[in-house]
């Protein structure tokens, strides 16, 4: 009899003890399924231009949960030079789980980023492990010109960084706004007017050099056939 108390007091003990060991890990990974030491990686990515605005999607997954990101940086750049940065911050601090989820950009004088406009949204679905562990992002930018958009993702647990780099030119799809090309002379000044003002002078340039161009062959049309009468 007092063998199988002993036996049974193990079992119990195990399976308490077991209980608590999974537990303690699935709380440690909060939202998630309680995997460790697990680097986010990127689920979906998506660029597109809608008007003057241009908004980029991310989907993140985690499988430490969602309540694993730091932060989310995403930098323009033009032929490898920083244009801006902008960051989603999931919390105060790294010592902290205080959420704040806050969209910035640097420097804040361009003032591209549409704060309004952007959103996060964190996947509360049971049905699936991936749905777990997602977290969802959109940041919304004013277009401007830039060759490539630089996106990091940064873990808590100080884990190796997840990086991804996205080609998207915007010179086929945007003119500066300081910059004139030159018709019949091929090469470009710059000035500093407004974009409308622009488009008016570059007709206007294109009108006056299209009649020149008429005139002067009219004229040497002239020229020809007075030497031939001569």
């Given amino acids: 009899m007092k063998r199988h108390l002993i036996y049974l007091a193990i079992v119990v003990s195990t399976l308490w003890a077991s209980s608590m060991f999974f537990a303690g890990i699935v709380y440690a990974g909060e939202a998630g399924v309680g995997v460790i030491n697990v680097p986010p990686k990127y689920g979906y990515i998506r660029v597109e231009q809608q008007d003057n605005l241009i908004r980029v999607y991310l989907t993140i997954s985690d499988y430490n949960s969602w309540g694993d990101i730091e932060e989310v940086n995403v930098t323009l750049d033009n032929y490898g030079t920083p244009i801006a940065t902008f960051i989603f911050k999931q919390y105060q601090d790294k010592e902290s ?134």
Avoid: M, W
Wanted: charge should be negative.
């Fill in 97 to 230: 789980y205080l959420e704040v989820n806050e969209f910035s950009e640097i420097p804040e004088t361009l003032h591209l980023l549409q704060k309004e406009k952007c959103l996060y949204e964190k996947s509360d679905s049971s049905e699936t492990i991936d749905d777990r562990c997602d977290l969802e992002i959109r940041f919304v930018f004013q277009k401007t010109l830039f060759t490539g958009l630089h996106i990091l993702i940064t873990d808590r647990d100080g884990l190796t960084p997840a990086e991804a780099y996205i080609h998207y030119s915007t010179e086929e799809t945007i003119r500066e706004s300081n910059i004139l090309v030159l018709p019949f002379i091929g090469g470009t000044i710059s000035v500093n007017i407004p974009p409308y003002l622009l488009n008016n002078l570059a007709l206007i340039i294109s009108t006056f050099g299209t009649l020149y161009y008429f005139k002067k062959k009219g004229y040497l049309r002239k020229r020809r056939s007075y030497y031939e009468k001569v």
